[in-house]
């Protein structure tokens, strides 16, 4: 990949994150080749990789937990003969439990236009262990309240 296109590619990297911090869920898909895998390491928290439908509906999910939602860069690596970048963030949420605090690792792989994540090697995604089983049981809890309610306004229809 030439420097240019690797500049492009930091361009749809830095439009992910935007995407993230707007919880555009539609935008943040439209950057995802259509068999780009979302990987989550370490292997010990033993998450199976995610299609793009299971990393959308996980989005969603998420979306109904988390209030004010923001990742913040704090470091980019590129690599241009690899077509990768690698982005360590900081997030940050509101969710009725309290605050929520992570940092997260991406590793990304792009096509030749830098326009999509490709999964030539899946999109790696180094998360936060501690955090993820320490909060973890508070958001499957706040799933489960999100689904009821889901439910209940549904059923008023």
């Not at 969603?60 to 990742?71: D, E, G």
């Not at 963030?89 to 236009?113: C, I, K, N, Q």
């Not at 995604?125 to 549904?154: C, H, T």
Request: glycine residues 4%; aromatic residues 8%; contains cysteine.
């Amino acid at each position: 990949m030439e420097t240019g296109k690797l500049e492009h590619a930091k361009q749809t990297a830095d439009a992910l994150v935007a995407a993230f911090n707007a919880m555009d869920i539609p935008t943040i898909l439209s950057f995802r080749s259509p068999c780009c895998l979302r990987t989550i390491v370490p292997r010990s928290l033993n998450i199976l990789p995610a299609s793009n439908n299971a990393f959308e509906k996980h989005r969603y999910q998420v979306r109904s937990v988390f209030a004010n939602y923001k990742l913040d860069v704090h470091d980019v690596v590129e690599d241009v003969a690899a077509r990768r970048i690698v982005m360590w963030l900081a997030a940050r949420a509101d969710t009725v439990d309290g605050p929520y605090e992570s940092e997260y690792m991406w590793t990304m792989e792009f096509d030749e236009s830098g326009e999509k994540i490709v999964a030539m090697r899946p999109m790696r995604e180094f998360v936060d262990a501690v955090m993820k089983k320490e909060f973890g049981p508070k958001f499957r809890k706040a799933l489960e309240q999100a689904k009821d309610r889901d439910e209940k306004g549904a059923g008023n229809s």
